[in-house]
């Protein structure tokens, strides 16, 4: 909570800031210009609600951002989980905050501070600072280019992470545990529409490479995706090609490919694993209705050097799928939905590491749950998850009863 404290009275302090020169169009005649503009819910691509506002901004700044608290009650004592928090935490605080700035209108700054924390109930807790800072030179509708560190366009989640765009109180297992949702690091990326198309965009761009030494075998790359600020060793390669239909039906493909590494306590030697990511999303919504599929597999190469350093077992082939169906009741503020998801981090392992094989994930999860939105910036979230883990090395799954609440501005 001293987290959440901090960032509010960061984001308080950023407001009475604000200049007092506007450069914004003029207001309607009876009304006045606001200092924070209200969201106009359009997403920039690659970007989601609070994170797009500069850029359908009449004004040449603006504040945005979004938060959420989560319980979760399992039940039964959980496993450890090896010592990786993100599987058996029971709270999380998270607080972004944004702000925009139009340099000229074809290039804008944006950058946010987010901090989350963690926390297993008892005497473990973990919390993280993530800064998202980005360029964005618009040049044309065909292409553009992005500068700096921004979310990666991979699967659905990464772009879509605000907590009123996704039905859980948690995000899907798929994406924390196969795609590491949400995954920032810094790179240049190209972007924009496909020619001679209404419908089909791409992106294209090149990032800094993760960090193997942190990789955990219940939750494969996600610990890799920690910021280094010094320019990166490794890189690597991503893509997505999107289709949508107005704003009912979205289809996207993304792809990463590059190298990450790791190096030992003493920086004499340096190990590096080939990693590969693919990934097909869609989106159908064409009223109270939607649904949400997310379908991934990926790869690692050279898992026994890894092990040799770290001690780990990680998965050499992985893969995930969900599939999320809901319902929005009371003029869409009563959402019910449920999720069918399947995952496993350990899909193949290295023959030589089969005898050191621990803390897997073979995961069957029904997700069943409401939300209440009494604004559409503002949502109340429960739902209940009935966990089953078929890897036999690992400790028995318990189910999870999850409350949350969230909002953006």
Known sequence: MAVLALLAGLGGLALAQEPEESHSTSPPAGRESKVVEELKYKQHPGLAYAASKIYFSDKRYSISGYGEVNAV????????????????YTNLYRFSTFLGYKIKPNLIFNFEFLGEFLHDGTQEYGR?????AMLDYLIHRNFNLRFGFYPLPMG???????????????RPEVERLIIPSSWISLGVMGFGAVPRTESLTWSLGVVGGLDAAEFQPGSWLRQG?????????DAAAHGQLGWSSGEHLQLGLSGYYGQSGAEAPDAVERVRATT????????????????????????????????ELTGRTLGART?????????????????????????????RVAGALQPFRANEGDLRIVTTGVNYLPKRNLVFKANYQFRWNRSPFAA??????????????
């Open 156 to 170: 659905y989640i990464n772009n879509n992470d605000e907590p009123v765009m996704f039905r859980s109180v948690n």
């Open 128 to 132: 993280d600072i993530v800064i998202e």
């Open 73 to 88: 009650k399992a039940s039964e004592d959980q496993s450890a989980g090896g010592g990786d928090l993100e599987l058996y």
């Open 225 to 233: 995706r920690q910021i280094h600020h010094g320019l990166p060793k």
């Open 396 to 409: 028995p799954e318990a189910n999870l009863m999850e409350f949350g609440f969230g909002f953006i501005y």
């Open 276 to 307: 590969s990511l693919g990934a097909v999303h869609f989106r159908y919504a064409p009223g109270r209705a939607s649904v949400v599929g997310v379908a991934s597999m990926g790869g690692l190469r050279n898992t026994e050097g890894l092990y």
């Open 319 to 347: 893969n995930g799928m969900y599939v999320e169906p809901s319902y929005a009741f009371r003029n869409g503020k009563l959402p019910l939905f449920a999720r069918f998801e399947r995952l496993n981090t350990h899909a």
